[in-house]
């Protein structure tokens, strides 16, 4: 949308981080005022096997030269960037989720996360499940599961 409205310019080179399927799947949004190449890494399992891929389901093998090497470095940064991005945007939704629970901070929120993954498999979990991670007591286990439930827990 920004090429078309003219506010940035249009690349020509197009380096997108997949093979022919990624390529195929960005080319036609592009159009021809733009060359798209793929990088992937070769499916033997060696590292250092990367290779650039055409349009056409071409292959050009990456070496060590200096463009090579500056091909998979922009490969390796990107990777950085979206681990880094993930990273923080599921750490803002466990955040958010989690946050105001009383007795659950950040060595409890990093035990949590690390055991089930995921914020849909803690709010599945039982309490029983919450009080066998690593750090948690019965009590926090509580307070998370009612915090996650919507339920106010029960004085007894």
């Known amino acids: 949308a920004h090429w078309e409205r003219g506010e ?9 981080d997949g093979g022919l399927a990624q390529v195929n799947a ?14 992937v890494k070769d499916r033997s399992g060696q ?6 891929v055409t349009p056409d389901g071409g292959e050009i093998p990456l070496g060590d030269d200096p463009t090579g090497l500056l091909l998979k470095k922009i490969r ?22 989690i946050g105001p629970v009383p007795g659950i901070g950040p060595s409890r929120e990093k035990a949590l ?11 599945g979990a039982s309490v029983g499940d919450l009080a066998a991670v690593p750090g948690m007591t ?11 439930h919507g339920e106010t827990p029960q004085k007894g």
Not at 8 to 16: A, E, F, G, R, S
């Open 76 to 97: 390796d940064e990107a990777h950085r960037f979206a681990l880094t991005a993930h990273r923080a945007a599921r750490k803002r939704d466990f955040a958010s989720l």
């Open 113 to 123: 996360i690390a055991h089930f993954g995921t914020v849909a498999a803690i709010r």
């Open 26 to 39: 960005v080319a036609p949004i592009v159009g021809t005022r733009t060359v798209v190449l793929g990088i």
């Open 47 to 52: 590292r250092g096997f990367e290779k650039i």
């Open 138 to 148: 019965r009590r926090a286990a509580e307070a998370l599961w009612h915090h996650l």
């Open 8 to 16: 940035w310019p249009v690349p020509d080179l197009l380096l997108v």
